[in-house]
C-alpha cells in the first residue's frame, strides 16, 4: 500500500550541523504505510517513486517532530493548592516537606483513588499536552509509595496510551519520598518497597526506565546506588532527580551508572557537568518547578553549553511544585528564565528529550527511517513556538506508529 506525500512545508527537521533548526523551505515529507518518514527534504529531490502516493499541500506551514514531554508526574490524586498559598505565604518547599506536605501530601489521595479515577485525572493533562502538539509523554510514579500503589499508577499510565493517539513512556519512581509509616527507616523502606516492587513492575511489563530523588529531603546518593544496582541487574535505564535544592552528587552518580538523563540540576557543580558530558547523560531542565518555587539558582546552562552536554526541556507536570500542563509554555519560561535560545528550546522538546528517552533511533527529528510523529503548525518562524505565551498555533498533529517495549518506549 502507498503512502502519502506533504507537499508544500518548510521542515525543521532538527537535524543538527546545518542550518538552524535543520529549516528545510519549499520541501516535502513522504510517509509510508507503516508510518515511518521515507523522505525529507527539498520538494525538487522528490523521488520519482513517490508521485503516486497520496498528495496533501500543506501551504507553506512548518512542520517539526512532535513534541515530547520527557518528565511528567501526570497520574497522581488530588492537588496541593494549599500548599501553593503556603509558600506565597513564606513556607518554603522544604519547610512544607518536613512538615507532612509536599509530595507526601499527595500519597493519601493516590492511594485513595482507583485506577479509574487517576486515569480520568490524568486524561485532562494528557489532552492539554497533545493540543500542544506532544506526541510522546513520560510518565512517572512516585504517589503511591507501596508496591500495590506504585502498579496502579503505572497501570493507568499505560492505559492513557490506549486511549489516545500518544506514546507514554512509563517510569517508576518509588524512591521519591519516604512514606510517613518509615519516618527515619528509608533504607528499610528501599529494601522492603522499591526494590521488590521494581521487580513486580519488571514482571507485569509495566515500567521503561528507574528513577528517584536524591535530596536531603529524599534519598542519598549511597541509597540511590541501590536502586540503580537493581535496575542494572533488571537491565532497565535510570535516570535521576538530581541538584535540586543542594548538591549531594546526584547527577556524577547517575552519569557513572550512565544514566539517560539528570533532571532539574540547579545546583548542579562543574564536577557533575563533567561527568555528565563524559556518559552522554541528558541534562532536563524544569523550568515550571524553578518559577512555581521562585527559585533564585539558576541551573549552569552556560557550563552545560560549553561541556557539550545536551539540554531537554520538560514540563514536570506534577501537582505540587510545576502545575503545568503546557510544553510550549515550558520552552517559553526555558528562553526567559533559563537564557536558552528557541532553537535549544525546540531541540530541547524533540531531539534532545528523545535522547533523555532512550528513542533517539526512532523520534526526536525529521529523518528517513524515522517514526513519523509530527505536529503541524501555523507560524511565520520556528522561533514563534517559543516567544509566544498562552497561544497554541498547532494546526494538526500526525502520529505514527509505537515505539516497542524492547527499546525503551511504549506500545
Known amino acids: 500500500m502507498p503512502g502519502r506525500v506533504l507537499r508544500d512545508a518548510r521542515l525543521a527537521t532538527m537535524v543538527p550541523g546545518g542550518a538552524p533548526y535543520g529549516l528545510i523551505e519549499d520541501a516535502a515529507l513522504a510517509i509510508d504505510a507503516d508510518g515511518r518518514i521515507a523522505f525529507a ?3 525538487a529531490d522528490l523521488p520519482a ?85 506532544v506526541t510522546t509523554v513520560e510518565v512517572k510514579s512516585g504517589y503511591g509509595l507501596t508496591i500495590a500503589d506504585e502498579l496502579k499508577m503505572l497501570r493507568a499510565a499505560r492505559r492513557l496510551a490506549m486511549l489516545r493517539e500518544v506514546r507514554v513512556v512509563t517510569t517508576y519512581l518509588a524512591a521519591h519520598a519516604v512514606p510517613a509509616d518509615y519516618k527515619d527507616r528509608a533504607d528499610a523502606y528501599i529494601d522492603e518497597v522499591v526494590l521488590p516492587g521494581l521487580e513486580a513492575a ?66 548542579l557543580s562543574q564536577d557533575g557537568i563533567a561527568a555528565m558530558a563524559e556518559a552522554g547523560t541528558v541534562a532536563v531542565l524544569l523550568p515550571g518547578a524553578f518559577y512555581t518555587l521562585r527559585e533564585t539558582q539558576l541551573p549552569p546552562v552556560d557550563g552545560l553549553r560549553a561541556a557539550g552536554v545536551p539540554i531537554a526541556l520538560a514540563t514536570d507536570c506534577n501537582p505540587g511544585s510545576s502545575p503545568m500542563s503546557s510544553l510550549l509554555l515550558a520552552m517559553n519560561m526555558g528562553a526567559t528564565l533559563f537564557r536558552l535560545t528557541p532553537e535549544e528550546a525546540l531541540a530541547g522538546t524533540t531531539r534532545e528529550a528523545a535522547r533523555a528517552l532512550g528513542l533517539s533511533d526512532d523520534l526526536g527529528t525529521l529523518e528517513a527511517g524515522k517514526i513519523a510523529d509530527l505536529a ?36
Open 41 to 43: 527534504g527539498l520538494a
Open 49 to 133: 517513486a513517490f508521485a503516486d502516493w497520496a498528495q496533501e499541500p500543506l501551504d507553506g506551514r512548518l512542520v517539526t517532530p512532535g513534541l515530547i514531554d520527557c518528565h511528567t508526574h501526570i497520574v497522581h490524586g488530588g492537588d496541593r493548592a494549599r500548599e501553593f498559598e503556603l509558600r506565597l505565604e513564606g513556607a518554603s518547599y522544604e519547610e512544607i516537606a518536613r512538615a507532612g506536605g509536599g509530595i507526601v501530601s499527595t500519597v493519601s489521595a493516590t492511594r485513595a483513588a482507583s485506577e479509574e479515577d487517576l486515569v480520568a485525572a490524568a486524561l485532562k493533562h494528557m489532552d492539554a499536552l497533545i493540543r500542544d502538539g
Open 202 to 267: 519488571k514482571q507485569e511489563g509495566l515500567v521503561d526506565a528507574v528513577d528517584g530523588f536524591c535530596e536531603g529531603i529524599a534519598f542519598s546518593p549511597a541509597q540511590m546506588a541501590r536502586v540503580f544496582d537493581k535496575a542494572a541487574e533488571l537491565g532497565l535505564p535510570i535516570k535521576l532527580h538530581a541538584e535540586q535544592l543542594s548538591d549531594l552528587g546526584g547527577a556524577r552518580l547517575a552519569a557513572e551508572r550512565g544514566a539517560l538523563s539528570a533532571d532539574h540540576l540547579e545546583y
Open 376 to 411: 503541524i503548525w501555523d507560524v511565520a518562524t520556528p522561533a514563534e513556538l517559543t516567544y509566544r505565551i498562552g497561544f497554541t498555533p498547532l494546526h494538526r498533529r500526525i502520529f505514527g506508529h509505537a515505539v516497542s517495549h524492547e527499546k525503551g518506549g511504549a506500545a
